[in-house]
């Protein structure tokens, strides 16, 4: 085996155990939407990039995103659980449409659903966990604009001389 293979391999373990989904759910405190934006960790787009690019590629982050939904499946262990197909489809959308969500993103949408926050008496779904997402998403992009006016409102009033209109005097 040459060694860049070797080291792409070590690498990707590194990566799999990183973003175990046991691992992230079970070891990792219950966050807040703000604590994971702050966050570093990886999103799912920069995952899906190509090795090149730092990532491992959209057929590894598709993989990855998979493993998180068939753990979801095994652990609720409902009367109704998605299918290999319903999977397969959910993890290109979860990556597709809401790739700028970090796995610290995943592991609070997991969480919830394991602690019960959403309604899923009959089971996980394909439409069930692609609308909870979008639900999370929606309260996620309102909290990074919070944040965002929240610092910009702290950066004025640090800057009593900065000017408050951005029209040009000229």
């Not at 489809?89 to 602690?115: C, M, P, V």
């Not at 779904?125 to 309260?139: A, F, G, V």
């Amino acid at each position: 085996m040459s060694s860049s293979k070797k080291s792409k391999e070590v690498q990707t373990n590194k990566y799999l155990k990183k973003y175990d989904p046991y691992e992230n759910i079970m070891n990792t405190g219950f966050l807040t939407i703000e604590e994971s934006i702050n966050s570093d960790t990886d999103t799912l787009n920069k995952l899906a990039r190509t090795e090149d690019k730092g990532g491992f590629g959209y057929g590894w982050a598709k993989g990855l995103i998979m493993g998180w939904i068939v753990f979801l499946n095994k652990t609720l262990d409902r009367k109704t659980s998605m299918n290999e197909d319903q999977i397969r489809i959910a993890a290109q959308e979860i990556l597709q449409t809401y790739g700028f969500n970090k796995i610290s993103d995943l592991t609070i949408i997991f969480k919830r659903i394991l602690h019960g926050y959403y309604d899923l008496y009959d089971g996980l779904t394909l439409d069930r966990l692609l609308k909870i997402i979008r639900m999370y998403s929606e309260d996620r992009m309102n909290a990074a604009y919070d944040i965002n006016k929240r610092r910009h409102e702290e950066f004025k009033a640090n800057q009593p001389d900065a000017p408050r209109s951005s029209k040009n005097k000229y």
